[in-house]
């Protein structure tokens, strides 16, 4: 089994920043990939960045320049740099794990953390 737990959301101000934290755990062979997704109310989930097993970063258009995707050195952990926030990234941020398993890769969620940015 595993587990994927985030942490680090809250209330910012436009403008302001905030950092989240996300780590893996269990029956983790190898993982491939981990990334953010996001959920607005009313939307569909979204990508918002991801980081390969390699390190490759994937961003989403709308936060090129403001988020930066990391990997901690035990490479189960990854952060999400946000800065420069915008009322519109108000949403529920979620990690995701893609995770080996046997000989194919399975998605692991966690339980989303909320971020809302208002004056």
């Known amino acids: 089994q595993v587990q994927v737990v985030e942490s680090g959301g809250g209330l910012v101000q436009p403008g302001g920043s905030l950092r989240l934290s996300c780590e893996a755990s269990?029956?983790?062979?190898?993982?491939?990939?981990m990334g953010w997704y996001r959920q607005a109310p009313g939307k569909q989930r979204e990508l918002v960045a991801a980081?390969?097993?390699?390190?490759?970063?994937n961003y989403a258009d709308s936060v090129k320049g403001r988020f930066t995707i990391s990997r901690g050195d035990a490479k189960n952990t990854v952060y999400l740099q946000m800065n420069s926030l915008k009322p519109e990234d108000t949403a529920v941020y979620y990690c995701?794990?893609?995770?080996?398993?046997?000989?194919?890769?399975?998605?692991?969620w966690g339980q989303g953390t909320q971020v809302t940015v208002s004056s």
């Open positions: 980081v390969t097993s390699g390190g490759s970063t």
């Open positions: 995701n794990a893609n995770v080996g398993i046997g000989p194919s890769g399975y998605d692991f």
């Open positions: 269990g029956s983790i062979f190898s993982i491939y990939a």
